[in-house]
C-alpha cells in the first residue's frame, strides 16, 4: 500500500503540473483564436480586403487549444458520461466496471499515440502556405534575418502531445482505481478539483 502510495503521489505531482501548463496553454490558444477571427473580420468586412492566413491560425490554435485542455477534462471527470448503468450495481462491481473502461481507454491511447508520432515524424512535413503567408507579410524573417516556416506537421504534433497526457491521466486513473478495489475508495480519493475547475463546475 505504501508503494501505490509513493506512486500515486508521484504521478499526482507530475500530472498536477502539466495540466495547469496546459490550461495556460490552452487559455493563451483561445485568446489568440479569438484576436485572429476578429482581425480576419474587421479586414474582410471593414476593409474589404480579406487576409489569406486568419482561417489556418484560428483552426491550428482551436486544435491546439482542445489539446491542452481535454487531458484536465478527462483527470477530472468533466465529459458528459452515460451513468445509468454503475449507479444500478454493487459499489465493488462498479469499481472492476470503471477499472475497465479505464485500462481500455489506456489501450486506445497506446494505439493512438503511436499512429500520431508517426503521422508527425513523417517526411511529409508540408508548409503551411497561409501561415508562411504571415511570415512574408508581417516581415518576421527580414525583421529577425531568419528563415522560418510553418509546417502542417507542428499542428499535428498537438495530437501527440494530447495523447501522452491522456495517456499520463489514464496510468494515474488506473493506479487509483485498482489501489481502490484493494483498500477501499475512502483511501484513495479522487483527484483534488483545481479552484477554476470549481468554480465553473
Known amino acids: 500500500m505504501k508503494t501505490i502510495r509513493v506512486l500515486l503521489e508521484m504521478f499526482d505531482a507530475i500530472n498536477t503540473r502539466a495540466l495547469l501548463l496546459g490550461r495556460t496553454i490552452g487559455l493563451v490558444a483561445l485568446g489568440l483564436m479569438v484576436l485572429v477571427i476578429l482581425t480576419q473580420i474587421f479586414f474582410r468586412y ?45 459499489a465493488r462491481l462498479k469499481n472492476y466496471l470503471i477499472l475497465s473502461i479505464l485500462l481500455l481507454c489506456t489501450f486506445v491511447s497506446i494505439i493512438m499515440l503511436q ?14 502556405s497561409g501561415l508562411n503567408r504571415l511570415l512574408q507579410d508581417t516581415g518576421i524573417n527580414q525583421l ?43 483511501s484513495f480519493p479522487s483527484p483534488k478539483l483545481p479552484n477554476v475547475m470549481a468554480v465553473n463546475s
Not at 509546417?151 to 495517456?167: K, P, Q
Request: overall charge negative; hydrophobic content about 55%; aromatic content about 14%.
Open 46 to 90: 471593414v476593409l474589404n480586403n480579406a487576409l489569406p492566413w486568419p482561417e489556418e491560425a484560428a483552426r491550428a490554435l482551436m486544435i491546439w487549444m482542445m489539446a491542452m485542455v481535454a487531458p484536465s477534462a478527462y483527470r477530472y471527470t468533466g465529459f458528459v458520461s452515460i451513468d445509468m448503468l454503475h449507479e444500478y450495481i454493487p
Open 115 to 128: 499512429h500520431a508520432w508517426t503521422h508527425f515524424s513523417s517526411p511529409l512535413l508540408f508548409d503551411s
Open 144 to 186: 529577425l534575418g531568419t528563415q522560418i516556416q510553418f509546417r502542417t506537421a507542428y499542428i499535428y504534433l498537438a495530437m501527440s502531445v494530447f495523447l501522452t497526457l491522456i495517456l499520463m491521466v489514464s496510468l494515474e486513473l488506473v493506479m487509483r482505481q485498482f489501489a481502490r478495489i484493494i483498500w477501499g475508495n475512502e
